[in-house]
């Protein structure tokens, strides 16, 4: 879906103030012209014949603060001669949850509770009014984006303001006023979430302890596939819904354009769940590989094999591929990326509508509350994953195949292997999820999803071979003893 009242294309960034002027007398019906942006900051006055009525300003000219995209949203703000707000449109953004997500009337509907407020108001984002605070709801799933938003349009009306003699002359109403909107937003964001971040930073602790022990849980299997599924769980219904930190490829992108246009860490830091995910991910992709997002932190991952055993459970036939064809299509996932990558090259905005690939903003941000098309997409997929183990995953995620690139560079060969894996024995090749494993008894690491399946087969002396040989020497030698 497109925001069409708001997101203008590269028209709205080079517009003037007077290209803008059929929204200013949204704001002011009265209005018959504006002058130029002149001053510092720079704002218009709006007239009615010879008398001001109003002030208007773009709040990027005054504010830039990056967005989760990287980028400032542009908007358009208006308030009367006595600082009461009047008036806003966002004329442009880049942002993806706005982009394709979030409907006009839920982005009108935020908006519009700024009307009626005043300058010298503290607007806060959710909670309680108070003295000097007025607080407006958020928007489900785009909770990083609003606050950014609410910050830029704090302080850069409150700028303006102040240029314009309007702002209460209060010693001590300034200097809250000041401390408010000094604070960087990440820092506010961050205190917000502390409950969220701790959860996370233990489910991370929990993981790398996983890893670390990884041959002695393998020889405990039960216990292994008991906590498995307890952490895929912790996977889908933690990081996935409540926390909405489902990384997406579109996080791939606007980090290759904060190279390119200017690096921020502020920019990464607004949100505390994908900064701490991104962290850990950029560890464990250089030690173990991508595998370990893939098979451990990604929610629609999870989803997908909590899927395909509950379909187990209930015997639904498991369909793969021919070997020839399960090979190529391995394949269009890099296609994918390589198309999205091209794209997001000449424009973001495009290559984030397109990135609707990716079922992520369908199922885990907005919890299926979306139109029919996307949620039949995803619950396709999601069906399709009963059947095919971690279908999308395999196929299709061009997240996964991004995360093959620094995946080449891990230092270290963590899941073992003997030398008589693939030559002649394959029940690790038969056995694995995702068929990572190549006839020859080599895991193809860019596939691997480190289920950690063939660990458990590798210490198990009923089941490997090797082990199995050796296991039977000694009990020929024991009864010979």
């Not at 505390?272 to 893939?294: D, K, N, Q």
């Not at 391995?330 to 990558?341: E, R, T, V």
């Not at 082990?467 to 009990?475: C, D, G, S």
């Amino acid at each position: 879906m497109a925001i069409s009242l708001f997101v203008l294309s590269g028209y709205a960034m080079a517009a003037g103030i007077q290209d803008d002027f059929h929204l200013i007398q949204q704001f002011f019906p009265q209005a018959d012209r504006v002058s130029d942006l002149e001053g510092e900051p720079r704002s218009a006055i709006v007239y009615k014949e010879q008398y001001i009525v109003g002030y208007v300003f773009y709040t990027d000219d005054i504010a830039k603060i990056p967005a989760y995209s990287g980028k400032p949203i542009r908007t358009l703000v208006g308030f009367d001669v006595n600082g009461k707000l009047v008036g806003l449109k966002i004329i442009h953004h880049e942002e993806p949850i706005l982009v394709v997500g979030i409907s006009d009337a839920d982005l009108q509907a935020f908006i519009n509770q700024y009307l009626g407020k005043h300058v010298n108001d503290k607007i806060k984002i959710g909670g309680k009014d108070r003295d000097g605070y007025k607080s407006i709801d958020t928007i489900s799933g785009a909770t990083i984006t609003v606050m950014v938003l609410n910050a830029t349009i704090n302080q850069s009306m409150r700028k303006v303001a102040k240029a314009l003699d309007i702002l209460s002359q209060d010693g001590k109403l300034l200097e809250k006023m000041k401390a408010f909107d000094a604070e960087p937003i990440w820092v506010s964001v961050w205190r917000g979430k502390v409950f969220q971040i701790s959860i996370l930073l233990f489910g991370l602790f929990v993981l790398m302890l996983i890893l670390i022990m990884q041959d002695w849980l393998a020889k405990h299997s039960t216990f292994l596939t008991y906590l498995r599924t307890g952490y895929l769980i912790y996977t889908v219904v933690f990081i996935g819904w409540y926390s909405l930190a489902q990384l997406s490829i579109v996080n791939v992108f606007t980090f290759v354009g904060s190279f390119m246009h200017g690096f921020s860490w502020e920019n990464y830091l607004i949100d505390p769940m994908m900064f701490l995910l991104w962290g850990f991910v950029a560890v464990t992709v250089i030690l173990w590989g991508r595998g370990v997002y893939c098979g451990w932190l990604c929610p629609f991952g999870a989803m997908q094999e909590l899927i395909f055993r509950i379909g187990e459970r209930f015997k639904c036939p498991t369909i793969e591929f021919p070997e020839v064809v399960h090979e190529r299509l391995w394949a269009i996932k890099y296609i994918i990326l390589l198309g999205l990558f091209a794209v997001s090259m000449q424009s973001l905005v495009l290559a984030e509508q397109l990135a609707e690939v990716e079922p992520f903003k369908t199922t885990i941000t907005l919890h299926f509350a979306r139109e029919w098309s996307y949620v039949l997409y995803a619950v396709g997929l999601l069906l399709i994953s009963a059947f095919n183990r971690k279908f999308y995953c395999r196929y299709i995620c061009p997240l996964g195949a991004a995360l093959t690139f620094p995946s080449k560079f891990r230092i270290f060969e963590w899941l073992r292997r003997y030398k008589e894996c693939g030559r002649p024995c394959q029940i690790c090749r038969n056995e694995c999820e995702v068929r990572a494993i190549r006839s020859t008894g080599e895991i193809n690491a860019n596939e691997c999803h480190y289920c950690l399946d063939c660990q458990v087969t590798y210490w198990n002396a009923y089941k490997c071979p090797p082990l199995a040989e050796k296991r039977k020497k000694r009990e020929r030698a024991s009864k010979r003893d």
